[in-house]
């Protein structure tokens, strides 16, 4: 492969032509060319009805996918009618088990309210109706009917026990049967003569069982008078009752509701007496084993969710997606030295919230609560929100409720890296059955006008917002340059455009502490370099370390065996490059190349992977007539860690060939790039760090002398020379086979 020179404003930040938008424009994210077929996905499921078409969206951190994810949720929804609201309502046959109900937006309060004025308003309308003239009148006609007959059927068991001399009195104990003298008086069965006292004892039991069909009776005629007296309260109380309940049945109109209003009637009709009592006063024997109940709590309104205040569905966005908060939970009230349920403490999650609209989740926080991923796949292959407390630890309490589950009909867009994607979800059977739609982000843009025109007016829009300060083209400039560097490509944009609006923000402050009225080229430029400074304390020391010696690099000279290779060193936060020798040492043998960090266990398989590229390529060049027989230990000098990678193949075969044909390898060149078993170099990653890694570890010793060889194979010279050498070995050891390759790997 030829050498090519890039002059420094080759290596340097490229420039691009300003496009500004134009003034009616308002740049988004998503029209990025990198966004643009996230964007098209996104429009596609939410266009789509059937289940199983939510959405997954993926792009690299920084690079705006959950702001520009929400903005285009939140407008696509605009277009959107709100949803219905949804309350709970008692199910007074079954009162641990409440039922839903859907209502038009806004109508779900209305009816709260209307509840709460109407069972108010039955308190003083009943009090009313139980006290008016011609209700009391009627009441004690009634009583007054039944006192008569009770005094008659009294008197004639009276009068049956006068007759067979004995008399029959009442008292608090009830009724109590005594006998009779000659003179009409009580006395004791003892002092009756005894000639009559067998008569009278007689005459005793008869008056006695006479005495209990009379009790009998007198019961039925009580009750008979509580039902008569009870209907004429229940009629009273229909009377006031009904026509509310039709106003409110009239009224509120949703699927379902009819048949409550007419359970509601039935159920305070059978509770007026509670609407006597205090408001704050359990009155109301609730069953299920719960304790009674106050009217406000029996006839309460659970609104779970509200949307009088909104014009569009819900985009919600759970940042902790928790059982409770996705799903909603139950809570308790203290009551009587415990803890009671009630169904108006049914409190929504975020599934309730976003129904009829848009849940948004992290891929992370949705893996750290990993537990309610089966809940979620469950809601979506159901279609409903069932409100558990399976997941809380312990007996189940006595009387909790059981709602009934609100059918569920929403989008769920989950954002998130790729490796959550790929690693995690993608492998999940039942993920690909529910999330159909991939919106998949590119890490980067052509650097065109479009794009250019769209970074250019994020950047001016954001610092403006941010720091209140505007951004001047060169700085625009330099920011583009930037993108670019992170891209890893002049002619492309990194699509991280939250990584450039940091910078932007840093200049901003720079700009600000100057006292200057703009953000300039020179800004941004001291924010980056400021930037560096904080993130590299480890590039310098590194750095040091080769300066001073304590890490052997050379560079001036040359040297057999010996070639600077270039490496790229990430800790997430700042990464730079860093020069490392790589040697090579040769001997008579049948071993072929060994590569000690292998033989150590300190090399990834990708090293590995490309020791033995090279080891292929050294056999179709050098063993199509002869085998060759020849031993070469290759190792990373001061290698202390694990290394992996391909991208220093091209610097191990070099150091084999110097050592092999005893060729001497500039020191001042660095050598960076992978290559195939063809012998083709193949594209470089990182190579600004690893250049001005190289310069930044040996500018004092040898600046002036410096050079990087990238991708570059030896020369023909060298070839041929390796190739004489090479058929020299297996002629003097033809009895040693042929050559014998090591599967060791090497990288940096």
Same mark, same amino acid.
């Given at each position: 492969m030829p050498v090519s020179r890039l002059d420094a404003e080759d290596c340097g930040f490229p420039h691009f032509r300003i496009r500004s938008p134009h003034k009616d424009q308002q740049p988004k994210i998503f029209d990025f060319s990198s966004h643009y077929r996230a964007a098209e996905a996104l429009k596609f499921g939410l266009s789509m009805s059937e289940p199983g078409f939510n959405i997954f969206v993926l792009g690299l951190d920084r690079a705006g996918r959950m702001t520009a994810t929400l903005d285009y949720l939140n407008k696509a929804m605009e277009e959107r009618d709100a949803p219905d609201d949804w309350v709970y309502l008692n199910n007074f046959s079954r009162t641990n088990?409440?039922?839903?109900?859907?209502?038009?937006?806004?109508?779900?309060?209305?009816?709260?309210?209307?509840?709460?004025?109407? %069972?108010?308003? @039955?308190? =003083?309308?009943?009090?009313?109706?139980?006290?008016a003239p011609a209700h009391l009148t009627e009441t004690q006609t009634q009583t007054e009917e039944a006192r008569a007959q009770l005094r008659e059927k009294f008197d004639a068991l009276r009068e049956y026990a006068r007759e067979r001399g004995l008399d029959v009195q009442e008292n608090e104990k009830?009724?109590? %049967?005594?006998? @009779?003298? =000659?003179?009409?008086?009580?006395?004791?069965?003892?002092?009756?003569?005894?000639?009559?006292?067998?008569e009278a004892e007689d005459a005793f039991e008869e008056v006695a069982e006479e005495a209990r069909k009379t009790l009998l009776s007198t019961r039925d005629l009580e009750e008979q008078i509580g039902d008569t007296l009870d209907s004429l309260?229940?009629?009273?109380?229909?009377?006031?009752?009904?026509?509310?309940?039709?106003k409110l049945r009239d009224k509120f109109t949703s699927p379902g509701l009819k048949a409550w209003f007419e359970a509601l009637e039935k159920d305070i009709l059978d509770n007026i007496d509670a609407f006597e009592e205090a408001s704050d006063q359990p009155a109301i024997e609730s069953g299920d084993g719960k304790i009674p109940e106050t009217v406000d709590d029996r006839y309460a309104v659970n609104l779970l969710i509200d949307h009088s205040r909104d014009k569009h569905p819900d985009v919600v966005l759970e940042p902790s997606p928790s059982y409770d908060n996705l799903f909603g939970q139950i809570q308790y009230r203290p009551m009587g030295g415990g803890m009671h349920p009630h169904f108006s403490l049914i409190k929504p999650g975020a599934l309730h919230r976003a129904n009829g609209g848009v849940l948004v989740l992290r891929a992370e926080s949705l893996l750290e609560h990993e537990e309610c991923w089966g809940f979620l796949k469950a809601a979506l292959r159901d279609r409903e929100i069932r409100i558990e407390e399976t997941h809380k630890g312990g007996a189940p309490t006595a009387g909790a409720p059981e709602p009934r589950p609100i059918p569920l009909d929403l989008k769920v867009v989950i954002v998130g890296a790729p490796k959550f994607y790929y690693t995690f979800f993608s492998l999940d059977v039942d993920f690909r059955n529910h999330f159909r739609v991939k919106a998949d982000i590119d890490?980067?843009?052509?650097?065109?006008?479009?794009?250019?025109?769209?970074?250019?007016?994020?950047?001016?829009?954001?610092?403006?917002s941010r720091s209140g300060i505007p951004v001047d083209n060169?700085?625009?400039?330099?920011?583009?340059?930037q993108a670019a560097r992170w891209a890893g490509e002049r002619d492309k944009l990194t699509a991280q455009i939250e990584r450039v609006e940091d910078v932007a923000i840093e200049a901003g402050a720079v700009c600000k502490s100057d006292g200057r009225e703009s953000i300039r080229a020179a800004d941004v430029r001291r924010a980056i370099e400021e930037r560096r400074h904080r993130n590299s304390r480890l590039e310098d020391r590194s750095h040091e370390r080769v300066q001073r010696r304590e890490i052997l690099i050379d560079s001036f000279g040359s040297v057999v065996g010996q070639v600077n290779a270039l490496t790229v060193l990430d800790y997430g936060d700042h990464a730079f490059g860093l020069p490392a020798r790589v040697s090579a040492r040769s001997y008579v043998g049948s071993l072929g190349v060994l590569n000690i960090e292998r033989m150590v266990d300190m090399s990834g398989p990708l090293q590995q992977k490309s020791v033995m590229t090279i080891e292929g390529f050294i056999k179709s060049r050098f063993a199509q007539e002869f085998p060759l027989s020849f031993a070469c230990n290759v190792t990373f000098e001061q290698n202390y860690g694990g290394i992996e990678g391909d991208s220093?193949?091209?610097?191990?075969?070099?150091?084999?060939?110097?050592?092999?044909?005893?060729?001497?390898?500039?020191?001042?060149?660095g050598v960076t790039g992978s290559m195939n078993q063809f012998g083709e170099a193949q594209p470089v990653g990182g190579i600004s760090h690893k250049i001005e890694g190289f310069i930044a570890s040996v500018r004092i010793r040898a600046l002036p002398a410096i050079r990087v060889l990238s991708s570059r194979l030896p020369t023909r010279k060298t070839l041929c020379f390796a190739k004489k050498l090479f058929r020299q070995s297996v002629r003097a050891n033809s009895t040693s086979g042929p050559l014998s390759i090591s599967t060791t790997r090497l990288s940096s």
């Open positions: 088990k409440p039922r839903p109900y859907a209502l038009p937006a806004g109508q779900g309060g209305k009816l709260a309210s209307a509840m709460e004025t109407l %069972i108010s308003h @039955l308190r =003083e309308a009943f009090a009313s109706a139980f006290n009830g009724v109590m %049967i005594v006998a @009779l003298n =000659e003179d009409g008086e009580p006395v004791s069965l003892d002092e009756i003569p005894k000639e009559r006292r067998n309260r229940r009629g009273a109380a229909k009377v006031v009752l009904k026509p509310r309940i039709k890490a980067d843009m052509p650097a065109a006008g479009r794009n250019i025109s769209i970074y250019t007016g994020l950047l001016r829009e954001f610092a403006l060169g700085a625009i400039r330099q920011l583009l340059g220093a193949s091209m610097a191990e075969l070099c150091a084999i060939i110097s050592a092999i044909s005893n060729i001497p390898m500039r020191q001042n060149i």
